[in-house]
């Protein structure tokens, strides 16, 4: 099985900063990386999927980069709605898997 | 409008066993992915198990042998059979479907809590 590790596990921020979350497999997943932004009592939303392709509808302050074992997103003018947990997803084996997440908070 | 209703959660002893369920509508689950993923309290979401239209099966190594993911066509249903379960095992289950990997509908979650 292919582990996710995400780094930091809480992110501290203001609005209106740049912040960057990082995510590390430990094998090469190529580009099929998703990212996920979860808030309290609801489904997980795609933000980010093969690495780098913003889904429709997402803001694009949001963008995600990478390759291979490490991949970054990045948000660039956190806005109030923004905070929340954020996972990666590897979708390059059979059976998926997340990073444990990264909450983002004020 | 697609739909995923799950069922079947509550609260068992260790060693016992539970069935949950989910219940599709507007779309197919014999042409679909279709997967468990669970959230243990105050942590993140763990990829429990996928099956494939193939029919072929997958499971994270801390349920094999003790969880199995199935369907039902006929009544457009999936299935988690969870045997032996542990305290290790207390989450929100959740189904989706997943299209080209990603998770593009989710259940509204299940609750299972393995307690004395």
């Known amino acids: 099985d292919i582990r996710m590790t995400q780094s930091p596990s809480t992110l501290s921020a203001s609005v209106g900063d740049r912040v960057t979350i990082t995510c590390r497999a430990s094998?090469?997943?190529?580009?099929?990386l998703a990212w996920y932004q979860q808030k309290p009592g609801k489904a997980p939303k795609v933000l980010v999927s093969?690495?780098?392709n913003l889904e429709s509808g997402v803001p694009s302050r949001f963008s995600g980069s990478g390759s291979g074992t490490d991949f970054t997103l990045t948000i660039s003018s956190l806005q109030p709605d923004d905070f929340a947990t954020y996972y990666c997803?590897?979708?390059?084996?059979?059976?998926?898997?997340f990073g444990q997440g990264t909450k983002l908070e004020i | 409008e697609v739909q995923l209703v799950e069922s079947g959660g509550g609260l068992i002893q260790p060693g016992g066993s539970l069935r949950l369920s989910c219940a599709a509508s507007?779309?197919?689950?014999?042409?679909?992915?279709m997967s468990w993923v669970r959230q243990a309290p105050g942590s993140g979401l763990e990829w429990v198990s996928i099956l494939y239209s193939s029919g072929s099966t997958y499971y994270i190594d801390s349920v094999k042998g003790r969880f199995t993911i199935s369907r039902d066509n006929s009544r457009n249903t999936v299935y988690l059979q969870m045997n032996s379960l542990r305290a290790g095992d207390t989450a929100v289950y959740y189904c989706a479907r997943s299209v080209n990997g990603i998770v593009d509908y989710w259940g509204q979650g299940t609750v299972v809590t393995v307690s004395s």
């Open positions: 093969k690495a780098s």
């Open positions: 997803q590897q979708y390059h084996t059979y059976l998926y898997s």
């Open positions: 507007g779309f197919s689950v014999s042409n679909n992915y």
């Open positions: 094998q090469s997943v190529s580009i099929w």
